[in-house]
């Protein structure tokens, strides 16, 4: 009998009784992708390289939470798949998915904590629009949070520099004129 045959049985139960929630699944693929790697012979893991690979599906229903599904990409790219080019393909588009679906900070400490090689051009240029988004996102929020001076300018200052890291633009000014007026 296969050693991962009673986590199938797991993943079916589940497939019938769990919430659902692209998140959730994530989760459960992470887990599942780590147990496969460790317990699984290549030919057992076919169903989680079609679970992950399928265009439309269960994973596509609504936005990707980006940390897990990079946490996810992460996983899948240490493991082996039926044919070597597929996986590196499936990773690409599912990094590429989360990536466009980044939606905080964490995403965007999620997306700088990739392996280089998963940031390909494609996907850098998606999370630069998406970390211009975010990042102006929170300077202004930021006006709101109570901060003092002081702890602001460092925000300032952290803020500022990931926009240099992707290479984006982000009006501070508005931000900086309200420290000056604390």
């Keep these: ?18 919430d659902r929630t692209s998140n959730s699944m994530l989760l459960r693929l992470c887990d599942a992708a780590a147990l496969l790697q460790l317990y699984a012979e290549s030919q057992e ?37 039926p044919v070597e080019s597929s996986r590196d393909d499936i990773v690409a588009k599912l990094v590429l998915a989360a990536v466009g679906d980044a939606r905080a900070l964490r995403d965007l400490d999620s997306y700088e904590d990739l392996p280089e090689v998963m ?18 996102d929170e300077v202004q929020q930021l006006e709101f949070d ?19 890291w992707y290479g984006v633009e982000v009006d501070v000014a508005p931000l900086l004129d309200y420290i000056d007026e604390l």
């Design 146 to 164: 109570g901060y003092t001076a002081s702890a602001l300018r460092e925000v300032v200052v952290e803020l500022t520099q990931r926009a240099d």
């Design 45 to 81: 893991t076919d169903w989680l390289w079609e679970v992950v690979g399928a265009p439309t599906g269960e994973l596509r229903a609504g936005p990707l939470d980006c940390s897990s599904a990079l946490r996810l990409a992460r996983q899948l790219s240490r493991m082996s798949a």
């Design 1 to 18: 009998m296969s050693t991962i045959g009673p986590l199938l049985g797991l993943w079916d139960d589940w497939m019938v009784r769990a």
């Design 119 to 136: 940031r390909t051009d494609e996907v850098r240029v998606v999370a630069a629009e998406r970390a211009r988004h975010i990042l102006q």
